[in-house]
């Protein structure tokens, strides 16, 4: 059995110990608590980041500065988590997680060192950006199944939990550290990971052992290839298409997005071809025979598309409306908005571990698939609150979107992993790690370009006839209401005055009462609130869909299945499926 087989390897003289699976836990725990952090810890910083650069964002051309420091560390952890899981299980998990703590901390101290400045010192920032994200997915691949290897299956559900939880709480956490730090000084918010990184790298290289099992194989070099440029030119594409293209909206008729998008998706399907030929493929596609493997999947691609976009709607709905409304400057919105999002942190700490523990005794799909209706009845109460809300009611809806997407999270990681074989836990880890971070891009994208087809529709009478009433010259009023709605929307997001940075010169000219009037905290807030409502209603009418499918999905993976311990073959026609465990 592989649950005593594990017990007996800690137990063996010489082996790690039976206190060893705490100490993977808390390392890989706090692998990924970094890794998630700095996902998000950018968004608050980034006024400050480009103040302390001398770059401002909002100018002509600087728009894709700002989406590739974004994007540009979500997009390569996407891409490489499947090389570096497979790289894992040629080489050794625990070999290539703690290489991924040491470059993590190396180009964290890169990114606060940079003597540039303008346009060169952000061109550095993103390539620094990436190449952190190398770092990120050697941990975010190695480490579900390090602790797959560690834990007894009747222990693997509150242990992924816990990690699992940790990460996408992470990203909250960032959003908090960003607002602190960034103020202080803009080179901390890459700075603070470097202690962590370091003890992280020292402990992992003196603690963690290799339980795994090892299966030498070559490497898919074309398989690697051509899944990286299908992937990244897919990303880009659709990183491409929010931003404006000639006299429209949105750049999706651009014909380097078409090209991008198009040659992604065909490299993806010649990517498809060669796995099906090698001998030794990157991506094990039989594993998506095993049901509980594949629905897992499908349910945390979806589900990621429902959230994924969330975070970003919420910090432009709070600083953009809310919190400017209620007498914050727009220069404080940005921390203030990662504390009103806490309650969804909370939530997701709150019921993270306790359904992974659950899910341990009564299997995933009661818990993944309950929290994916909680999580959309939330996006329903969302959907229905006033663009000024009560505060209480809506933390209170955020509350409970972090208990549903806490209660899916854990038990739909745990049953993934649980479904593998051995020798294909690091792929297996990178496939899932590859769905769960491919949607949150993909999520950005979908909701960005909601919200702006449904700003893109009002705004721009409004805004003309808002600017005329006060005094603007309706030339100057013209041409503002003209500018694309995705410089509008990027204004609200980084904390800037949007009215006073589009009106520029212009305001001098005004009356006193008039500009102040424009510069305050109820014009633009007023202005914005109903186009800002259409658009939200269809975005999370997206998100409401999107996690329905995923509690489908999630329903279909079928009993409880634990790989190597049951005697039942549901489907002889599957390698490695040899257990389904009754629930």
């Known amino acids: 059995m592989q649950a005593a087989d594990s017990v007996e390897t800690l137990r063996r003289p010489g082996g790690p110990g039976l206190h060893y699976k705490w100490i993977a836990l808390s390392n890989t725990t706090l692998g990924v608590l970094m890794a998630t952090v700095n996902s998000s810890i950018m968004l608050i910083a980034l006024p400050d980041i480009f103040r302390g650069i001398g770059v401002n964002p909002l100018q002509p051309g600087n728009t894709s500065l700002l989406l590739w420091l974004l ?39 890169l990114l606060s060192l940079t003597w540039l400045h303008g346009t060169a010192a952000a061109w550095w920032l993103i390539g620094m950006r990436v190449l952190q994200g190398v770092g990120g997915a050697m941990l975010m691949a190695n480490s579900g199944a390090i602790l797959t290897d560690a834990f007894p299956h009747n222990q693997r559900g509150l242990a992924l939990g816990l990690n699992q939880v940790a990460g996408i709480a992470g990203s909250f956490i960032g959003l908090v550290l960003g607002g602190v730090l960034g103020p202080l000084n803009w080179r901390y918010v890459f700075l603070v990971s470097v202690p962590f990184g370091v003890l992280g790298t020292i402990w992992s290289y003196l603690k963690l052992r290799e339980l795994g099992v090892r299966k030498p194989a070559r490497i898919d070099w074309w398989g690697n290839v051509t899944f990286a440029a299908g992937l990244v030119a897919l990303l880009a594409g659709i990183t491409y298409g929010i931003q404006p293209y000639g006299g429209h909206t949105m750049g999706w008729t651009s014909p380097l997005v078409i090209v991008l998008v198009a040659g992604g998706l065909a490299a993806l399907a010649a990517f498809a071809v060669i796995e099906t030929r090698v001998a030794e493929p990157m991506f094990r596609l039989d594993l998506f025979r095993i049901r509980p493997f594949s629905a897992g999947n499908v349910a945390s691609l979806l589900s990621g598309l429902g959230r994924g976009g969330l975070m970003f709607i919420l910090i432009i709905w709070l600083q953009g409306i809310y919190l400017p409304m209620h007498g914050y400057g727009f220069s404080q919105t940005p921390l203030w908005a990662g504390i009103a999002m806490l309650p969804l942190t909370v939530g997701f700490l709150a019921a993270g571990p306790l359904s992974g523990y659950l899910s341990d005794r ?19 109460l969302l959907e229905r609150l006033p663009v000024n809300f009560t505060y209480w009611q ?12 806490g209660l899916f999270a854990s038990p739909n990681r745990a049953g993934i992993m649980n479904s593998l074989p051995p020798d294909r836990r690091g792929v297996g880890a990178g496939m899932s790690a590859t769905f769960q971070n491919s949607s949150m891009v993909l999520s950005i994208g979908i909701f960005f370009s909601l919200i702006i087809l449904g700003l893109a529709g009002t705004l721009p009478a409004a805004l003309g006839h808002g600017l005329t009433a006060q005094g603007v010259p309706p030339a100057a009023a013209a041409r503002i209401a003209a500018l694309p709605p995705v410089s509008i929307m990027f204004a609200a997001l980084l904390g800037y005055n949007p009215v006073q940075t589009l009106l520029g010169p212009v305001l001098h000219k005004l009356p006193a009462s008039h500009a102040a009037y424009l510069t305050g905290h109820s014009f633009f807030p007023s202005l914005i609130s109903g186009p800002f409502q259409h658009g939200l209603t269809v975005a999370f009418t997206f998100a409401i869909v999107a996690c329905l499918i995923a509690g489908f999905a999630s329903l279909l993976r079928g009993k409880r299945y634990v790989h190597g311990l049951t005697h039942e073959a549901p489907d002889a026609s599957e390698p490695g499926r040899e257990l389904v465990e009754a629930s």
């Open 362 to 380: 009564f299997g995933a799909r009661p818990f993944a698939t309950g929290g994916m209706v909680v999580a959309a009845i939330s996006f329903v």
């Open 71 to 109: 994007m540009g560390y979500l997009v390569v952890t996407a891409v490489l988590v499947v090389s570096f899981g497979r790289l894992g299980d040629i080489f050794g998990r625990v070999r290539m997680y703690n290489l991924g703590f040491a470059v993590f901390a190396a180009f964290s101290v």
């Open 394 to 405: 809506f933390a209170g809806i955020l509350l409970l979107n972090g208990i549903g997407m």
